[in-house]
DNA sequence: TCTAGAATAT
DNA sequence: CATATTCTAG
C-alpha cells in the first residue's frame, strides 16, 4: 500500500515483485476483492515460492483481521467527529472524481524547489520588493507552467521564517564577533544580497515534482482522472521482476538522472499515456474503464498537446520519455528551459488574473503569451549579462 | 525514529 | 494573505 499512485511508482513495484499495488486510501471495495488472491493461490496460478506465498497468505489474513477489526472503531472515530478533516475532504473530492469506487485520492505530486526554482523566486521577491512580495504576484512573475499559487504561498512561509531565523541567529551572535556570521542557510540566501544575482539563471535547473517533471505532472493530472488504479486483474498478471528496474520515480532532471528510464524504455507499452494499460482484459470486480472516460483522458490529454503555443511545447515533450533514445531525452533535458519570468513586473492591476493557465481572461492570458513570445521564450545566462 | 520541506487547513 | 497544522520522503 501506498499513497504514492504515480504511474511509474505502482509499475515499478508491480514489477519489482509486488504482487498487488493498493494506492491508499484503500477502501471497502479493494477489501472486498482480496479473495481474490486466495482464489487464485489456491489454485496454483500464483508464482511459485513457498517464501512469498507464506508471506501472502499472512499478509492476507493480516487484512482480513484489519477490517474485522477496524472497521466498527472507525466508524466510531468517524462518529465521534475524530477523522481528520484531511480526511473528509478526500472523501468530498472523491465523489466528484467519477467512479469514486476503489480508486486512490488524486493527491497534488510534491513540488520540488530546484535551485533553478528558487532563484526565480529570490528575483520575483526582489523585483517585486519585499513588501509587495506576495504569493500572487510572485506567481505571476515567476511565470512558471503548473507552478501554484500555494506552492508558492507554502515556499514563502518557510522562506520568511529561514529569514527570521537568520536574523536571530545573527542578532544573537553579533556580540561574539564575525565569525559566525557567514554562516547563511544552505540555499536561502538574504533576499537582497548582492551575489545573488550573479547566481540568478546560471546553473539552470528544472522544476521538479516528485515522479515527474512539472509538465508531466500536468499530464498526470489528467491521466489520474481517467485511467483506474492498477487492479487485481492487471497486477496479478504482473508476474516478472525486473530488479534492474526500481520503483524510484523521482526525476531530477537538472541532475540528468532518470529513475524511471530503464523501466519505460524496458516496458514501452507501460508509457504514461497509458496505452496497453487501458486494455481491461482480466480484470476482475474493478470497473472497467468506460468508453466516455477514455474520451475525457484523449481530450484531456489532445488539449495539452493542442496548448502547444503557451511554451509548453519544450515542457511536453520532455515527460514522454517513452520512446526516445536516452541520447535524445538528455538532449531534450538540455533543452528544457523554464520559460523566462515576465520582464517587467505587470503594472498593479492590468495583468492581475492572468494565471498561465487561468481558465478565464483568455485575453489576458494571451497578452501574457505575446509579450512573453515577443521577448523570445528561452532564456541564457547570456541574456542577462546586461541585464543588470 | 526524526525532521525539513511541502501540502493543506484555518 | 498569513499563519497553523498535518503529512511524508529521506
Given at each position: 500500500?501506498s499513497?504514492d499512485n504515480d504511474?511509474?511508482?505502482?509499475?515499478?513495484?508491480?514489477?519489482k515483485?509486488?504482487v498487488?499495488y493498493l494506492?491508499k486510501p484503500?477502501?471497502?471495495d479493494?477489501?472486498?476483492?482480496l479473495?481474490?488472491?486466495?482464489?487464485?493461490?489456491?489454485r496454483?496460478?500464483?508464482?511459485?515460492?513457498?517464501e512469498?506465498?507464506?508471506?501472502?497468505?499472512?499478509?492476507l489474513e493480516?487484512t482480513?483481521?484489519?477490517r474485522a477489526?477496524?472497521?466498527?472503531?472507525?466508524?466510531e472515530?468517524r462518529q465521534?467527529?475524530?477523522s481528520?478533516?484531511r480526511e473528509r475532504s478526500?472523501?468530498?473530492e472523491?465523489?466528484?472524481?467519477?467512479?469514486?469506487d476503489?480508486?486512490a485520492?488524486l493527491?497534488k505530486?510534491?513540488l520540488?524547489w530546484?535551485e533553478a526554482?528558487?532563484?526565480?523566486f529570490?528575483q520575483?521577491?526582489?523585483?517585486?520588493g519585499?513588501?509587495?512580495?506576495?504569493?500572487k504576484?510572485?506567481?505571476?512573475y515567476?511565470?512558471?507552467?503548473?507552478l501554484k499559487k500555494?506552492n508558492?504561498s507554502s515556499h514563502?512561509?518557510k522562506y520568511?521564517?529561514?529569514?527570521?531565523?537568520e536574523?536571530?541567529?545573527n542578532?544573537?551572535?553579533?556580540?561574539?564577533?564575525?565569525?559566525?556570521?557567514?554562516?547563511?542557510s544552505h540555499h536561502?540566501?538574504?533576499?537582497?544580497?548582492?551575489?545573488?544575482?550573479?547566481?540568478q539563471?546560471?546553473?539552470?535547473?528544472?522544476?521538479?515534482?516528485?515522479?515527474?517533471p512539472?509538465?508531466n505532472?500536468?499530464v498526470?493530472?489528467?491521466?489520474?482522472?481517467?485511467l483506474p488504479?492498477?487492479s487485481f486483474?492487471s497486477?496479478?498478471l504482473?508476474?516478472?521482476?525486473d530488479s534492474?528496474?526500481?520503483?524510484?520515480s523521482?526525476?531530477k532532471f537538472?541532475?540528468?538522472?532518470?529513475?524511471?528510464?530503464?523501466l519505460?524504455?524496458a516496458y514501452?507499452e507501460?508509457?504514461?499515456?497509458?496505452g496497453?494499460?487501458?486494455?481491461?482484459?482480466g480484470l476482475?470486480?474493478?470497473?472497467q474503464?468506460?468508453?466516455?472516460e477514455?474520451e475525457?483522458?484523449?481530450?484531456?490529454?489532445t488539449?495539452l498537446?493542442?496548448?502547444g503555443?503557451?511554451?509548453?511545447?519544450?515542457l511536453?515533450?520532455?515527460p514522454?520519455?517513452?520512446?526516445?533514445?536516452l541520447q535524445e531525452?538528455?538532449?531534450?533535458?538540455?533543452q528544457?528551459?523554464?520559460?523566462?519570468?515576465?520582464?517587467?513586473?505587470p503594472p498593479?492591476?492590468?495583468q492581475e488574473?492572468?494565471?498561465v493557465f487561468?481558465?478565464?481572461g483568455?485575453t489576458?492570458?494571451?497578452e501574457?503569451?505575446?509579450?512573453?513570445k515577443g521577448t523570445?521564450?528561452?532564456?541564457f545566462?547570456?541574456?542577462?549579462d546586461?541585464?543588470?
Amino acid at each position: 500500500m501506498s499513497a504514492d499512485n504515480d504511474w511509474n511508482t505502482i509499475l515499478g513495484g508491480l514489477f519489482k515483485g509486488a504482487v498487488l499495488y493498493l494506492v491508499k486510501p484503500i477502501t471497502m471495495d479493494d477489501l472486498k476483492n482480496l479473495w481474490q488472491f486466495a482464489f487464485i493461490k489456491e489454485r496454483g496460478n500464483m508464482f511459485a515460492a513457498d517464501e512469498s506465498i507464506r508471506t501472502e497468505e499472512s499478509s492476507l489474513e493480516n487484512t482480513s483481521d484489519v477490517r474485522a477489526e477496524s472497521q466498527p472503531h472507525i466508524s466510531e472515530e468517524r462518529q465521534n467527529h475524530q477523522s481528520t478533516k484531511r480526511e473528509r475532504s478526500e472523501e468530498q473530492e472523491n465523489n466528484q472524481d467519477e467512479t469514486n469506487d476503489g480508486s486512490a485520492a488524486l493527491k497534488k505530486p510534491k513540488l520540488i524547489w530546484t535551485e533553478a526554482l528558487h532563484n526565480r523566486f529570490l528575483q520575483a521577491i526582489e523585483v517585486l520588493g519585499f513588501d509587495e512580495a506576495h504569493p500572487k504576484k510572485i506567481l505571476q512573475y515567476m511565470n512558471v507552467p503548473g507552478l501554484k499559487k500555494e506552492n508558492v504561498s507554502s515556499h514563502l512561509q518557510k522562506y520568511r521564517l529561514s529569514l527570521k531565523r537568520e536574523q536571530d541567529a545573527n542578532k544573537k551572535t553579533m556580540n561574539r564577533g564575525s565569525t559566525a556570521l557567514h554562516v547563511a542557510s544552505h540555499h536561502i540566501l538574504p533576499p537582497f544580497s548582492p551575489q545573488e544575482r550573479s547566481l540568478q539563471f546560471s546553473n539552470l535547473q528544472f522544476m521538479t515534482v516528485a515522479g515527474q517533471p512539472v509538465a508531466n505532472g500536468l499530464v498526470q493530472e489528467n491521466l489520474n482522472c481517467c485511467l483506474p488504479m492498477p487492479s487485481f486483474g492487471s497486477a496479478n498478471l504482473l508476474k516478472h521482476v525486473d530488479s534492474s528496474s526500481n520503483g524510484a520515480s523521482t526525476i531530477k532532471f537538472d541532475q540528468q538522472v532518470l529513475h524511471n528510464e530503464p523501466l519505460a524504455s524496458a516496458y514501452p507499452e507501460c508509457n504514461l499515456t497509458g496505452g496497453g494499460i487501458t486494455d481491461n482484459e482480466g480484470l476482475v470486480g474493478f470497473p472497467q474503464l468506460g468508453d466516455l472516460e477514455l474520451e475525457q483522458f484523449l481530450e484531456a490529454e489532445t488539449d495539452l498537446l493542442n496548448n502547444g503555443d503557451c511554451g509548453l511545447e519544450s515542457l511536453l515533450d520532455c515527460p514522454k520519455v517513452v520512446d526516445n533514445s536516452l541520447q535524445e531525452k538528455q538532449q531534450q533535458e538540455e533543452q528544457f528551459v523554464l520559460p523566462g519570468p515576465l520582464q517587467l513586473p505587470p503594472p498593479a492591476k492590468e495583468q492581475e488574473e492572468a494565471d498561465v493557465f487561468g481558465a478565464e481572461g483568455g485575453t489576458e492570458f494571451n497578452e501574457v503569451f505575446t509579450m512573453e513570445k515577443g521577448t523570445g521564450q528561452l532564456f541564457f545566462d547570456e541574456d542577462f549579462d546586461g541585464f543588470w
